[in-house]
């Protein structure tokens, strides 16, 4: 029942504000203008995405801390308040790219900062599963472990985002695998988090879908990954659950970033080689793309679900 309540609230609240945030981005001059690029959908879209999925997950989060909820980890809300930080951060700055287009290295120090404060309010990364059991990792290592997973979120969930409804879609799908994990693991409260997300996600993607009247923007790239990188966390690490969903763009990401370095070129600099746009341009339709990898997502976030785990990893 109150799981229902949750992503109701989270769902119909963004579905409400994303006509508004539309709006409101075409006033601001947040609008993304078709070139021969990257960019080849075919009118003038709304960004400020970030906006409406905020506003859809902080419903939410109110009326979880509101409803009658065991907590049973004292920390949690401490944990929250700290993303909810790093979130204002990621979201201001995505806000102001999204009308300016700002250079990469004020969204890296961005990006930067927002992990420091979600990990200074205690998301860590304590200790890895291995075969003989859990490893313990160093303070210092275990810092900078959450930090390098924070930040592979953000940029993973930004690289994604080349297609009309992909990075959000593959987030919801991850977003559900974290909260039938969580509750597989009795943690009834930490469980609303990530249903929370994927309500606000369900409202936002009838707007965002092929063809989208409103895109991500950076504002709600570097939100979706820095929320589901931290979620992952939260209550006990279940970072290969989330690995596994995003294992695809990941690897894509990963071999895009040496591909530019080897080619001398920025790493963080856009282009055509990524594997969504490799298939449109052998000439797959953008829903078929889409599904293709939803698919493949599902499939591998499913099997985190049924094969044997092993020892849990865990975070502060």
């Given amino acids: 029942m109150i799981a229902g309540i949750v992503f109701a609230l989270a769902a119909l609240a963004t579905w409400v504000a994303t006509p508004v945030v539309m709006r409101v981005a075409r006033q601001w001059g947040a609008v993304d203008v078709p070139d021969e690029g990257r960019h080849r959908h075919r009118l003038p879209t709304a960004k400020l995405g970030g906006l409406a999925l905020a506003l859809g997950f902080l419903t939410a989060l109110a009326g979880s801390l509101v409803l009658p909820v065991e907590r049973d ?7 929250v308040l ?27 120090l961005a990006q930067l900062a927002a992990a420091v404060v979600v990990i200074a309010f205690g998301v860590r990364i304590d200790s890895l599963p291995t075969p003989l059991g859990g490893l313990d990792l160093p303070e210092a290592f275990a810092i900078l472990f959450t930090l390098f997973w924070l930040m592979g979120m953000m940029n993973t969930v930004n690289f994604l985002d080349g297609l009309d409804g992909l990075a959000a879609g593959i987030v919801a799908i991850a977003c559900a695998i974290l909260f039938v994990h969580t509750q597989q693991l009795g943690q009834e409260s930490v469980a609303l988090l990530p249903l929370a997300l994927l309500g606000a996600i369900a409202g936002f993607l009838p707007f965002n879908s092929f063809p989208a009247k409103i895109f991500l ?6 939100f979706l990954g820095l929320a589901l990188g931290t979620l992952s966390i939260i209550g006990g690490a279940k970072v290969a659950s989330a690995l596994l969903v995003i294992g695809i763009p990941v690897l894509d990401t990963a071999w895009q970033i040496v591909r530019r370095v080897r080619d001398g070129r920025a790493p963080y600099h856009g282009d055509r080689g990524h594997l969504h746009f490799r298939l449109i341009d052998r000439g797959w339709s953008q829903p078929q793309v889409v599904w293709m990898l939803y698919g493949l997502s599902a499939l ?4 985190s679900l049924i094969l044997p785990s092993g020892m849990p990893v865990y975070s502060r």
């Fill in 73 to 79: 980890d004292p920390a949690e809300i401490t944990r």
């Fill in 82 to 108: 700290g993303l909810l930080v790093g979130l204002a951060i990621v979201l201001v700055v995505g806000v102001y790219d999204d009308r300016h287009e700002l250079r990469a290295w004020p969204q890296f």
């Fill in 217 to 222: 923007g950076t504002s709600g790239a570097l």
């Fill in 300 to 303: 591998f976030g499913g099997m």
